[in-house]
Structures are given as structure tokens and as C-alpha cells.
T-cell receptor, first 113, second 113 residues
Framework: AQSVTQLGSHVSVSEGALVLLRCNYS??????LFWYVQYPNQGLQLLLK??????LVKGINGFEAEFKKSETSFHLTKPSAHMSDAAEYFC???????????FGSGTRLQVQP | NAGVMQNPRHLVRRRGQEARLRCSPM?????VYWYRQLPEEGLKFMVY????????ESGMPKERFSAEFPKEGPSILRIQQVVRGDSAAYFC???????????FGPGTRLTVT
């Protein structure tokens, strides 16, 4: 069975600072990996995804993530935080051939002025 | 191109009543997924459907919950005899025939009083 662990349920950064949100997964087969963002009272929006190929994936709003198989990690980063980045971020995994997504418990990002 | 639509956005039911949640996938998408988000938790997969077929219902509670995706019309998630523990946000997602990228609707927030 696959699982997703997001370290840190709350992360606070200053505007302009580096954003690092951690995600580790366990999967018995090579996974597909995703990061979603959720703004209050809204649905989830896909930030980026990894399926195959290049391990550094660039997404929307300046976010990127790197798939590290040896560390079973898919951490999300952004060089410079903006106030509008304040939201909840979810890492998710699916196994090739199975469409159901398994989500982590989420990390709430606060951006301080 | 309209996104995934869900209605109602908010639903209040008394214990023992039935709740019907509707989801219209994105245009051209024939795969629908339902997820449940309990307060302060990540999303949990419930069921995956294609037109007129349930493909994966491994996350559905064994009793009171059912889902359908008829040939015509929206997908319906039905909860019979609701209990307070059913209070949650229910999200629908859809995808096309290729890839695992799922697009989420805004969710239906069910409150059971």
C-alpha cells in the first residue's frame, strides 16, 4: 500500500524567502507524484506533476519539485515567497495503472509580510 | 471551457436524512473520482467511475454510500441515513482518457445536524 508523509503541518516564511515543503512517499512500484494547492473554501488546483523523464519538474506560480528516488522524496520549492502563496498544499501519489490518488495530510503555508 | 462543477456547494441535513451530491465533469472527460476531506485532514479516495461503470470503489464505506455515473447527466454520490460523522467536504475530480491528471471541483460541504 502506498502512503504519503508531509513533514510539518504548518510552515511560516517571510515574504521573499525560500519556500520548502517536504513530501516523502512509499510505493511498491514507480509512482506518479503530484502537488496540489487549496485556497480556503475552494477545490484543489494542480501545481505540478511527475510521471516519467526529467526529475526536476517545474509548475505554475514559480513552484518546482524534484523527484529523488533514492530518498523517496518529492519536495516542493519556490525561491521567493509571495503573499498570495498562502494556502494549503497537498502532496499526492498514484501508482501507474491505478488512478486513485493518495494524499498527504497537507501543509498550511503562511507568508509573513 | 467550464471546469468541474459540483452542486450544491453547501448542504445541511439532519441525522437520518439522505444526501445527494452532484458532479459534472469537465467537457470531454469520462472519468470521475470522489474524495472526502474531513476537517484538518487530507483528501481520502472514495470511488472511481467511468460512464455507467464503477471501476474502483475500494475507498467507499460498505454501508449507506453509493455512487453512479449514468450515460447521461452528472455523477451522483448518495449518502443514506446520514450521521454526524459524515460531515465533511466532498470533492469530485475528473480526467480524460490518458494520464492521471485529475481536475477538481470546488467541493460540496455537507453538514449533518
Amino acid at each position: 500500500a502506498q502512503s504519503v508523509t508531509q513533514l510539518g503541518s504548518h510552515v511560516s516564511v517571510s515574504e521573499g524567502a525560500l519556500v520548502l515543503l517536504r513530501c516523502n512517499y512509499s510505493s511498491s512500484v514507480p509512482p506518479y507524484l503530484f502537488w496540489y494547492v487549496q485556497y480556503p473554501n475552494q477545490g484543489l488546483q494542480l501545481l505540478l506533476k511527475y510521471t516519467t523523464g526529467a526529475t526536476l519538474v517545474k509548475g505554475i506560480n514559480g513552484f518546482e519539485a524534484e523527484f529523488k528516488k533514492s530518498e523517496t522524496s518529492f519536495h516542493l520549492t519556490k525561491p521567493s515567497a509571495h503573499m498570495s502563496d498562502a494556502a494549503e498544499y497537498f502532496c499526492a501519489v498514484s501508482e501507474a495503472g491505478r488512478r486513485a490518488l493518495t494524499f498527504g495530510s497537507g501543509t498550511r503555508l503562511q507568508v509573513q509580510p | 471551457n467550464a471546469g468541474v462543477m459540483q452542486n450544491p456547494r453547501h448542504l445541511v441535513r439532519r441525522r437520518g436524512q439522505e444526501a445527494r451530491l452532484r458532479c459534472s465533469p469537465m467537457k470531454g472527460h469520462s472519468h470521475v473520482y470522489w474524495y472526502r476531506q474531513l476537517p484538518e485532514e487530507g483528501l481520502k479516495f472514495m470511488v472511481y467511475l467511468q460512464k455507467e461503470n464503477i471501476i474502483d470503489e475500494s475507498g467507499m464505506p460498505k454501508e449507506r454510500f453509493s455512487a453512479e455515473f449514468p450515460k447521461e447527466g452528472p455523477s451522483i454520490l448518495r449518502i443514506q441515513q446520514v450521521v454526524r460523522g459524515d460531515s465533511a467536504a466532498y470533492f469530485c475530480a475528473s480526467s480524460g482518457g490518458e494520464g492521471n491528471e485529475q481536475y477538481f471541483g470546488p467541493g460540496t460541504r455537507l453538514t449533518v445536524t
